[in-house]
């Protein structure tokens, strides 16, 4: 039987998500709203009526979160990077879409300490509203893959793509009425589920940067592809595990393995962030995606590390 959060667990586990999460749906929706051909007017007006909704949540989120996040959330950069305002600033520019960077600053003088057990209620009423809006951001999600995989939508946002922005938001969803429930969403014996998603997650981003960097680009190329393999190979290794409930000396000895390679891709996604944002590699990854994947990586390494 799972172990029932108490009252700040479930507080500052929910806004720690939150605070992760929101911003992830918020750039998802930003992603299509930019990649998306202006013929389709609906759906990129559709895209930008969600960032502002994501935006609006998680605005909510950081004012709740002031003293009331766990300082391991803070110290991860899973919710922003050194590089996030950087990236930001960059990608408005390139895009003329307009992106709340007073909302980045505040996330960035977040503090812990305070700690409020009053906030549960209105806690609850932002999971309750963050699963009704990737709900229906996923169905969103569905209707732009339907089109572009039946000929009828372009998009620069591969097909695969759409897919994986489809499968975080219902992992998101997932892990939110859990936290409903009052159950930790990463405790121990679902750790093995969470780790292959994750590793999913991982192997895609890779697989996306091979894809979306130019082809001259033939070292950093070969270094994704690399891995892709990786990581694809460590989820596999992760089903196995979970299918068996071996979770003794198997399960120490993959996640010492998951933890230097999670580290070693979120060095490589930090350093291609940085080439991107001095315009020093040839791609077609717009610098928010770059952040937005290192942050990813970011939350990964914490919940395998931390949670």
């Given at each position: 039987?799972?172990?029932?959060?108490?009252?700040?667990?479930?507080?500052?586990?929910?806004?720690?998500l939150?605070?992760?999460?929101?911003?992830?749906?918020?750039?998802?929706s930003?992603?299509?709203?930019a990649?998306?051909?202006?013929?389709n007017t609906?759906?990129?007006?559709?895209?930008?009526?969600?960032?502002?909704?994501?935006n609006?949540?998680l605005?909510e989120?950081v004012r709740?979160a002031d003293?009331?996040v766990s300082?391991?959330?803070?110290?991860s950069?899973?919710?922003?990077?050194?590089?996030t305002?950087q990236?930001?600033?960059?990608?408005e520019?390139?895009s003329g879409?307009?992106?709340d960077?007073t909302?980045t600053?505040?996330?960035m003088?977040?503090?812990?300490?305070?700690?409020?057990p009053?906030l549960?209620?209105?806690?609850?009423?932002?999971?309750?509203?963050?699963i009704h809006?990737t709900?229906s951001l996923a169905?969103f999600k569905t209707?732009?893959?339907n089109?572009?995989?039946?000929?009828k939508?372009?998009?620069?946002?591969?097909p695969?793509?759409?897919?994986?922005?489809?499968?975080?938001a219902?992992?998101y969803?997932?892990?939110?009425?859990?936290?409903?429930q009052?159950?930790?969403?990463?405790?121990?014996?679902?750790?093995?589920?969470a780790?292959?998603f994750?590793?999913h997650i991982m192997?895609?981003?890779?697989?996306f940067?091979?894809h979306?960097l130019?082809?001259?680009?033939?070292?950093l190329?070969?270094?994704?592809?690399?891995f892709?393999?990786?990581?694809?190979r460590?989820?596999?290794?992760?089903e196995?595990?979970?299918s068996?409930?071996?979770?003794?000396?198997?399960?120490?000895?993959?996640m010492?393995?998951?933890?230097?390679a999670?580290?070693d891709?979120r060095?490589f996604?930090?350093?291609?962030?940085?080439?991107i944002l001095a315009?020093q590699?040839?791609?077609?990854?717009i610098?928010?995606?770059a952040?937005?994947?290192?942050?990813?990586?970011n939350h990964?390494l914490?919940v395998?590390t931390n949670r």
């Amino acid at each position: 039987m799972d172990r029932q959060l108490e009252t700040m667990e479930f507080i500052q586990k929910s806004l720690g998500l939150n605070l992760f999460f929101l911003r992830i749906m918020k750039e998802h929706s930003l992603i299509l709203e930019a990649g998306i051909a202006p013929k389709n007017t609906e759906l990129v007006e559709a895209a930008g009526e969600f960032r502002n909704g994501f935006n609006k949540l998680l605005n909510e989120a950081v004012r709740m979160a002031d003293g009331n996040v766990s300082p391991t959330v803070l110290e991860s950069e899973e919710i922003v990077t050194e590089l996030t305002l950087q990236a930001e600033e960059k990608t408005e520019e390139l895009s003329g879409i307009d992106i709340d960077m007073t909302l980045t600053k505040m996330e960035m003088l977040l503090r812990s300490g305070r700690e409020d057990p009053g906030l549960e209620d209105a806690v609850r009423r932002l999971n309750s509203q963050a699963i009704h809006l990737t709900r229906s951001l996923a169905d969103f999600k569905t209707t732009v893959l339907n089109g572009v995989l039946n000929c009828k939508i372009f998009t620069y946002v591969l097909p695969t793509m759409i897919e994986h922005l489809r499968e975080e938001a219902d992992a998101y969803i997932e892990c939110l009425e859990k936290l409903q429930q009052g159950i930790d969403p990463y405790q121990e014996k679902h750790i093995m589920g969470a780790k292959a998603f994750w590793d999913h997650i991982m192997a895609e981003h890779a697989q996306f940067v091979a894809h979306l960097l130019d082809p001259s680009e033939v070292k950093l190329v070969q270094q994704a592809n690399r891995f892709a393999e990786r990581f694809f190979r460590l989820a596999r290794e992760a089903e196995w595990i979970k299918s068996r409930g071996r979770f003794n000396r198997y399960m120490r000895e993959l996640m010492r393995e998951e933890i230097r390679a999670t580290r070693d891709i979120r060095n490589f996604k930090r350093t291609g962030e940085e080439l991107i944002l001095a315009c020093q590699v040839r791609s077609i990854i717009i610098p928010l995606l770059a952040d937005h994947i290192l942050r990813e990586a970011n939350h990964f390494l914490a919940v395998m590390t931390n949670r």
